[in-house]
């Protein structure tokens, strides 16, 4: 009966640890903070994507409605913050990016997929999401949905990639 317990308690214990070892290889110009647990930063756990072509990128903004997805050179200009990381989409394996923040506090993030690699966004290829993974629709996301709060550490948030479903539908996830 001990040895059953151990063997419990032994499985259990490597169940608890594989979504840490999971996070442990981020990828992006950011990666190092997640990866080294340097925070503060947002450690992004991406599912979902279509395919594994082009690039991924994240972009943090403040958390208030008039300047989410606002243009980055105007909040630059403001003093406003304002973060984008890459990463070359990996051939396979789950995918993590993390970004750092400047300070504790509530930023707004958006996740793009970058199907082609152009930088410029396709709305019929390339795909988007939030942190809530409310369904994008056909309308741009509200601040409140891409929120996110960070403390002196590294938080982890779950995106799941969303992509056009068509004209009436908008963007929402793929099926399964």
């Known amino acids: 009966m001990i040895g059953k317990i151990a063997l419990i308690a032994a499985a259990g214990s490597a169940l608890l640890a594989a979504p840490a070892a999971a996070q442990a290889g981020a990828i992006g110009t950011d990666a190092a903070a997640c990866n080294s647990d340097n925070g503060p930063a947002i450690r992004v756990n991406v599912e979902g994507l279509k395919d594994r072509t ?16 606002k243009d980055d050179h105007d909040l630059e200009r403001e003093g406003k913050v304002f973060r984008r990381v890459w ?3 990996p051939q396979s394996g789950p995918v993590t990016m993390c970004i750092k923040v400047p300070h504790p ?13 152009r930088n410029k966004f396709n709305i ?4 988007a ?3 809530s993974n409310e369904k994008l629709g056909r309308s ?4 409140g949905e891409a929120e996110v709060t960070v403390g002196d550490g590294v938080v982890t948030k779950d995106i799941r990639a969303q992509y056009m479903r068509g004209i009436f539908s908008g963007f929402g996830p793929l099926k399964n």
């Open 105 to 117: 506090g509530t930023y707004a993030l958006f996740f793009t997929h970058d199907r082609d690699g």
């Open 140 to 143: 741009k996301p509200k601040v």
């Open 87 to 89: 990463a070359k989409t």
């Open 54 to 69: 082009g690039r991924l990128k994240l972009e943090l903004y403040p958390a208030d409605a008039d300047d989410f997805l």
């Open 124 to 127: 019929w290829k390339d795909g």
């Open 129 to 131: 999401g939030i942190p």
